[in-house]
């Protein structure tokens, strides 16, 4: 009998991890070329969106308008891609909290990793982030639940507190473990070891990296992690897709050491030598440094890791 896999195409739907970024460019207009690009292939993707910008949005915008524009659009795009048939689940940043804005730039002082703040406070982020979803698509479909958690940042484990939140909120499946991954900094998180990196299963309710002896109230389900990193699949798609004529590699100040285009971190300065926000993992922020070549001089440090924190 021929085995059948189920794939879950999730994204990490959210802005820059420093708050930085339009979101017109990063979320709207990416999350609406996804749903098209998913439609023409008959999927129906499962997006993690960030709620903590969201909430933010909201607890400024009478201040700055601006922001409640893009809050409405948020809520406007979400709930347009629901009704094609995509899903949202809950995916938390939490150096949002007690952020502070100027009305150009956000300050997030507060920690990348759920895990370094009080379980007060995470209770409360995973509330509030449960209410907002349930709030805004349960009047689409009554049935809609929020049951699935991403960690910003993907910091899930060790915790002796973390596991137990979510499921006491209902949370089914957390899908923050990436087996084979490690950081130091934004966060200190440590997955080179971690038991399982690609079947569901049950964890150890302090350590998601082990695997429990027996049923648990939530289920782990790794996020696939290639073992070259996901930026030399991306360097290898953008060889495929490069102007004949080399011009826009030629543009950017690489070291000779460093591997072709998205082999790195990126940081990108402005025509005046202003540094642009650092540029993370994600596939769309990739693209978007692309494109900005013809406006920006972008310089790749070699990667000591490929992947960054999502
Ligand atoms: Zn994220």
């Known amino acids: 009998m021929a085995t059948q896999i189920y794939l879950v195409f999730t994204d990490d739907w959210e802005l820059r991890g420093d708050g930085s970024g339009d979101p017109t460019q990063i979320q709207f207009r990416p999350l609406q070329e996804l749903a098209r690009i998913f439609a023409e292939r008959s999927i129906r993707g499962s997006f993690n969106a960030e709620v903590m910008q969201q909430l933010t949005f909201r607890s400024f915008q009478d201040r700055y308008p601006h922001l409640k524009d893009w809050a409405d659009e948020w809520e406007r795009v979400v709930t347009e ?31 990348w ?15 509030e982030g449960i209410k907002l979803l349930q709030v805004l ?3 689409i ?27 006491s909120q209902d949370i089914r499946f957390d899908m923050s473990i990436v087996r ?24 150890d309710m302090c350590d998601a990296r082990r695997i429990a002896a027996g049923k648990k109230p939530i289920v782990c389900i790794p996020t696939a992690c290639f073992p070259e990193g996901p930026l030399v699949l991306l360097r290898r798609d953008a060889a495929k897709r490069a102007d004949p004529r080399g011009n826009k ?6 070291s000779a050491s460093c591997p072709p285009l998205f082999s790195g971190r990126h940081t990108c300065q402005d025509r005046r030598g202003r540094s642009l926000p650092r540029h993370g993992g994600s596939q769309v922020e990739q693209e978007s440094c692309r494109k900005s070549r013809a406006q920006y001089s972008c310089q790749i440090e070699c990667p000591a890791t490929l992947a960054g924190p999502a």
């Open 249 to 254: 590699q030629s543009e950017c100040k690489r």
């Open 137 to 139: 698509l349960q009047p």
């Open 113 to 127: 990793s759920i895990l370094e703040h009080p379980r007060v406070d995470a209770a409360r982020m995973i509330t």
């Open 180 to 203: 084979g991954i490690s950081y130091n900094f934004p966060v200190q998180l440590d997955y080179r070891h971690a038991e399982e990196g690609f079947f569901p299963f049950y964890p």
């Open 141 to 167: 479909r009554s049935g809609y639940r929020c049951v699935s958690f991403r960690a910003g940042a993907w910091c899930i484990a060790p915790s002796g507190f973390m596991l137990d939140l979510l499921a």
């Open 81 to 111: 891609a629901f009704r094609q048939g995509h899903d949202f689940q809950l995916h938390i940043h939490p150096q949002w909290k007690g952020a502070v804005y100027d009305g150009k730039r956000w300050i997030l002082p507060a920690p």
